[in-house]
């Protein structure tokens, strides 16, 4: 199996900055873990227990700092529950408080956060509608604040809620404030507002804070400062590329008269990947997308200054917590040479504290380079190139496509492509049109018709490994996770006679199988993408490769997670099942225990593994 990875990453901060949670994935399922900063428990740290088998996929403090929520995937499967614990290390009761039964429905329960003292959750049954809602973690009563199909809650603070809705690439935030329903932003088709924070100025956003690390008042609902939620106004920040190529920062006021907005920050031609706000409204942390990589800023909100870009201790960083009163931000951060970690930075003195005192002995690589690549109809786009250490001969190249379609290849941390390297193979990550990051026009660069352009770039990106003699024209393979399983597919029917191998995870064989048996809200987002099961059913069937399985001609890993209802098992069940009634090389892996993402660590060693293992084979003709 090679070196353990440990990695951690998902850290929440208490409010008064003294402690904080955060996920550890270092054997089985990943866990929540409680560590202490500060005070008498200073260093020590303890596993947070849940009486369910499954990797926790979230976890948050409460703004009073009672409580802790955590999201957990029974069996690595898609579907969620959620489950609450106190802050006390010698309280070990944990309880379930979504209501949805038992592990065997077909619903599901995402963490979104917390309004005060209760936990902000979307709840979706069998029908795909999701209802928005606030859970008592004591009693497990629930408000309803909204319930619609395709209806995501974002944020919710003292009688309003942020909803965002809409497909896939056309997403928008409405203001909920009692009976009334309100749009942020001006129609823009094709535009993405998906992320906001509420920020009410009548009363604290959370609590009151006093000196960092010290509460002088805490949370109390509005009703004790005599707000009513249906006066007055609400301001909040959102991320929107809304009349701009690029993501920005936009903060947002909503009156009885109406609805204004203005720029906070933006950086022309990069991304804002993400932000957040601390109680006290006093500080903002910002993480700009500059080609993949991450830069750090700090926002003084209140004359919107904007400090220099703080140099991280990595190359990719995100989940962003920060504490009450502004002093302190916690991040994950990952590089090729370092799985996810936690870091906390002083935002006065700019100063790191890693949290992670165990060494790393996992695979590691060195830093990719940054390639630009022309495609046959003259659109660029990047990639990044891993080359395999000094003294080590190369053998071939691999070009590995990333999910989304909208995801975005960046140079954090892979437990795969270590091994490929030291094996000799070169690694290419491209971000082929319709990647995030990039800005919303070429994010909809592949929408529909469009796509099979996108397949041919990754033609494109065989060629460039030749031309630039990275890789011999019969030593090249193509493989990927999701849409990226999916993208590798069609690569190898296609433009067949480039590939001598192909490595498919949790990818989607045939468009039409995929809209029938995948959760239908994830369906319905995905239209505008792909096409419409009906009305464009004869581009679904050109652009599905189970259709065209007679040119797949390259030996074909397939893997797939057993629990998988985003994409499910029977995608790859169908092509293994066609490749071999024609006799071609295929081996197909499942993980019967594990869902689309893979969570298990045994389960993901052993994947490394495989892929080393069948490219290395594909290279030197050894199957």
């Known amino acids: 199996m090679g070196p353990r990875v440990r990695a951690i990453y998902g850290a929440s901060l208490s409010p008064d900055g003294t402690a904080f949670a955060h996920i550890v994935d270092d054997g089985g399922y990943p866990r929540a873990v409680q560590r202490f900063l500060r005070g008498w428990r200073a260093s020590s740290s303890r596993d947070v227990e849940l009486p369910v088998d499954g990797p926790v996929t979230r976890v948050m403090h409460s703004a009073d700092g009672h409580w802790l929520a955590c999201e957990v995937a029974p069996e690595g499967a898609s579907r969620t529950q959620i489950w609450v614990v106190t802050t006390d290390p010698d309280d070990r009761d944990a309880r379930r408080i979504d209501g949805l039964g038992s592990d065997t429905d077909d619903a599901t329960a995402e963490l979104i956060g917390w309004d005060g003292t209760q936990v902000a959750a979307i709840l979706t049954g069998q029908d795909g509608v999701g209802e928005s809602c606030l859970i008592d973690p004591a009693t497990g009563n629930r408000i309803v604040l909204d319930r619609r199909s395709a209806g995501r809650l974002v944020d919710s603070w003292a009688g309003a809620a942020l909803v965002r809705v809409g497909p896939r690439g056309y997403r928008e935030l409405l203001m909920l404030r009692g009976l009334t329903e309100i749009s942020l932003l001006p129609y823009d088709p094709g535009s993405v507002t998906d992320m906001g924070v509420i920020l009410d100025d009548h009363s604290p956003r959370r609590l009151r804070a006093g000196a960092e690390g010290e509460l002088s008042e805490l949370y109390q609902p509005a009703s004790a400062y005599g707000l009513n939620s249906t006066e007055g106004f609400v301001r909040?920040?959102?991320?929107?590329?809304?009349?701009?190529?690029?993501?920005?920062?936009?903060?947002?006021?909503?009156?009885?008269?109406?609805?204004?907005?203005?720029?906070?920050?933006?950086?022309?031609?990069?991304?804002?990947?993400?932000?957040?706000?601390?109680?006290?409204?006093?500080?903002?942390?910002?993480?700009?997308?500059?080609?993949?990589?991450?830069?750090?800023?700090?926002?003084?909100?209140?004359?919107?200054?904007?400090?220099?870009?703080?140099?991280?201790?990595?190359?990719?960083?995100?989940?962003?917590?920060?504490?009450?009163?502004?002093?302190?931000?916690?991040?994950?951060?990952?590089?090729?040479?370092?799985?996810?970690?936690?870091?906390?930075?002083?935002?006065?003195?700019?100063?790191?504290?890693?949290?992670?005192?165990?060494?790393?002995?996992?695979?590691?690589?060195?830093?990719?380079?940054?390639?630009?690549?022309?495609?046959?109809?003259?659109?660029?786009?990047?990639?990044?190139?891993?080359?395999?250490?000094?003294?080590?001969?190369?053998?071939?190249?691999?070009?590995?496509?990333?999910?989304?379609?909208?995801?975005?290849?960046?140079?954090?941390?892979?437990?795969?492509?270590?091994?490929?390297?030291?094996?000799?193979?070169?690694?290419?990550?491209?971000?082929?049109?319709?990647?995030?990051?990039?800005?919303?026009?070429?994010?909809?660069?592949?929408?529909?018709?469009?796509?099979?352009?996108?397949?041919?770039?990754?033609?494109?990106?065989?060629?460039h490994l030749v031309s630039g003699g990275h890789a011999e024209p019969s030593c090249i393979a193509v493989g990927g996770w999701s849409y990226g399983g999916y993208l590798t597919l069609a690569a190898l029917t296609f433009h067949p006679e480039l590939f001598a191998a192909g490595v498919s995870i949790c990818g989607m064989s045939d468009l039409s199988t995929f809209y029938r048996n995948t959760e239908a809200w994830i369906a319905a987002a995905a239209y505008p993408k792909y096409g419409h099961p009906i009305s464009d059913r004869d581009l679904l069937d050109r652009l599905s490769p189970l259709l065209r399985v007679d040119a797949l001609t390259a030996p074909l890993l397939l893997v797939h997670g057993g629990n998988d209802t985003n994409v499910p098992v029977g995608e790859s069940d169908q092509m293994a099942q066609a490749l071999r009634e024609r006799g071609r090389t295929v081996r197909y892996l499942v993980f019967e225990d594990d869902g689309h993402e893979i969570a298990k660590r045994e389960n993901r060693a052993a994947l490394a593994n495989a892929v080393c293992e069948w490219l290395h084979s594909a290279f030197t003709g050894s199957y």
């Open 236 to 463: 909040a920040l959102i991320r929107s590329d809304n009349g701009t190529d690029h993501a920005r920062l936009l903060e947002v006021t909503v009156t009885e008269g109406g609805v204004t907005y203005h720029v906070v920050a933006e950086k022309p031609g990069f991304e804002l990947d993400e932000f957040v706000v601390s109680d006290d409204l006093s500080t903002v942390a910002i993480l700009w997308n500059i080609n993949g990589c991450s830069e750090l800023q700090i926002l003084r909100y209140s004359d919107y200054t904007l400090s220099p870009p703080i140099p991280l201790p990595g190359l990719v960083a995100s989940e962003l917590s920060i504490s009450a009163g502004g002093s302190m931000v916690a991040m994950t951060v990952e590089s090729p040479w370092q799985p996810s970690t936690v870091e906390l930075v002083d935002t006065r003195t700019l100063e790191w504290e890693p949290v992670d005192r165990v060494p790393m002995s996992g695979p590691v690589a060195s830093a990719p380079t940054l390639d630009t690549i022309t495609a046959r109809d003259g659109m660029t786009f990047t990639a990044w190139r891993y080359t395999p250490p000094p003294g080590v001969d190369s053998v071939g190249a691999l070009i590995y496509l990333h999910g989304g379609p909208e995801g975005q290849s960046r140079p954090g941390y892979s437990e795969v492509f270590p091994q490929l390297l030291n094996a000799g193979i070169t690694v290419l990550t491209p971000n082929v049109r319709g990647s995030g990051g990039f800005g919303r026009s070429f994010m909809h660069a592949d929408d529909r018709e469009r796509r099979f352009a996108a397949i041919d770039d990754v033609a494109d990106c065989a060629h």
